[in-house]
């Protein structure tokens, strides 16, 4: 699994323009978070990954990390704002986990991957 990650992550890396490792483990976050989807709603093992599925996984990723309108970079991490205070100014930004949470909670299929996926889809 560590290999098919590996391809997926510099596929990935590459088509956001990103050279750094900074991301990384969003981006390996990400990258598990689509695998284990795909196992799941295909029902097939690692050992039996068809190849045509990497570009899939790799858009899953990509929206996965959009939707969550997480910034990927450590350095301009500030995470989306949750609350904001006027009396004695305060500003309260979305951690790393809580950002994590909530890619864990987003639909995985949101753009009708099932429709790519059945042709992968073994019945059980």
């Known amino acids: 699994m560590e290999e098919l990650k590996e391809r997926i992550l510099k596929k990935l ?31 097939f093992e690692i050992e039996d990954w068809p190849v045509a ?29 949750k609350s904001l205070s006027e009396g004695d100014f305060s500003i309260t930004k979305e951690t790393k986990a809580e950002a994590y949470q909530k890619m864990m909670q987003l639909p995985s299929f949101s753009r009708n991957y099932s429709r790519i ?7 059980r």
Do not use: P, W
């Open 13 to 43: 890396k590459k088509l956001k323009g990103i050279d750094d490792d900074g991301s990384n483990d969003v981006f390996l976050f990400a990258i598990e978070t689509a695998i284990q989807d795909i196992l799941n709603y295909c029902h």
């Open 53 to 81: 599925l990497n570009n899939t996984t790799v858009l899953m990723s990509i929206d996965l990390i959009n939707e969550t309108g997480f910034f990927l970079k450590a350095t301009e991490a500030e995470g989306e704002t």
């Open 117 to 123: 996926l059945n042709q992968f889809r073994r019945l």
